[in-house]
């Protein structure tokens, strides 16, 4: 599984933000690691083109990077207009260029493949011929667009988005063959196990707390 956040040879170093906030209302990622120019997205010599028509060079030592934070540290990282952030860590991927769709805020999230190290995240539960599930990678924070770079959540309490209500204190796991692989409330803590809801009840179409781990993350 890719671990994020070793520094070596210049790589998977402390990642920057980008924005003010880590759930930036309407934040769709970053074009390349650890750059939102916010203009053109045109690349030249390796660099990427914004408003100004100067090249900015991407950082791709931060692919991967893993950035920690406490519950004081969360509140200052957490938009006011979209909602809470949770102590915990935050891993900085790609979400799967080839996807036709963005990932969901409060969704899970899985590795493309898991056994090379280029953290592509992947909102598909399964994968190859036969289908075959993928290992989870965390929870979305932003609906980040295929091939953009964003964080998302690894450890600590995650904000998940639910379809069915539920009470504190419950198991929450997924089915990998759903599409999307939706939070299942009371699963059994199997391999498809993510954690367990705290600190208020999930309601419908809505996102709620859930205590990551340990199993998969």
């Keep these: ?15 920057r933000l980008t924005t003010t906030y880590l759930n930036q209302l309407n934040r769709t990622g970053d074009p390349a690691p650890g750059l939102n120019v916010g203009g053109r997205t045109d690349m030249v ?11 900015a060079q991407p950082y791709d030592g931060f692919a991967g990077g893993k950035l920690t934070i406490t519950n004081p540290w969360a509140v200052q990282f957490a938009d006011p ?26 969704g899970i999230v899985f590795w493309l493949d898991e056994d ?7 909102a ?16 979305a924070v932003n609906n980040t667009l295929p091939g953009h ?3 998302i959540q690894i450890a600590g309490i995650a904000m998940v988005l639910f379809t069915t209500p539920g009470t504190v204190g419950q198991a929450v796991s997924f089915n ?17 196990f993510i954690g367990t809801t705290r600190l208020t009840a999930p309601a419908v179409n809505s996102l709620s707390p859930v205590k990551l781990g340990p199993y998969n993350f």
């Excluded at 599984?1 to 990642?15: D, L, S, V």
């Excluded at 598909?124 to 929870?139: D, F, H, M, N, W």
């Excluded at 599409?179 to 803590?189: F, V, Y």
């Design 1 to 15: 599984m890719p671990i994020g956040g070793t520094a070596f040879m210049g790589e998977n170093q402390h990642p």
């Design 45 to 55: 010599n390796g660099g990427q083109v914004g408003f100004s028509g100067m090249i």
């Design 81 to 106: 207009q979209v909602g809470p952030l949770y102590g915990g860590v935050y891993q900085y991927c790609q979400v799967d260029p080839a996807a036709t769709a963005p990932l969901v805020r409060g």
């Design 116 to 122: 090379i190290l280029e953290y592509v995240v992947s």
């Design 124 to 139: 598909a539960g399964q994968s190859g011929t036969p289908l075959v599930p993928r290992k989870v990678a965390g929870i």
């Design 149 to 151: 770079w964003d964080f």
């Design 176 to 192: 990998p063959a759903a599409t999307p692989p939706i939070p299942i409330l009371g699963g059994a803590m199997n391999e498809n």
